[in-house]
């Protein structure tokens, strides 16, 4: 074989496993790449659930825009709000026998 027959194999197969190199382990791998795909889809579904909530939210606020009755809803169950006049009855369950004081 030609000696410069020789060069041009060499330097052939020297750039095939240069670019196996770069296809199995360097920047832009295969797992690189599987890498990227998973982190995709986990930041997807992060995306859906942060839209699903900011569709509750938004609902929320706009039904708090309608009307006073959303309002005063809301002041009853996480404030413990009542109305002028009304009376407040808090039912405490009995204690069983055997309890401390």
Known sequence: MDW????????????????????????GSLADVSLLKQQ?????????????????????VEDLRRGQEAIEARARSELGMIREGETFFQLVEPKAEGEGP
């Open 4 to 27: 410069r027959l020789r060069l041009v194999f060499a330097v052939l197969i020297i750039a095939l496993l240069a670019l196996q190199y770069r296809l199995w382990v360097g920047d």
């Open 40 to 60: 995709l889809s986990e930041q997807q579904q992060a995306l859906q659930r942060l839209e699903a909530r900011n569709a509750r939210l938004r609902a929320e």
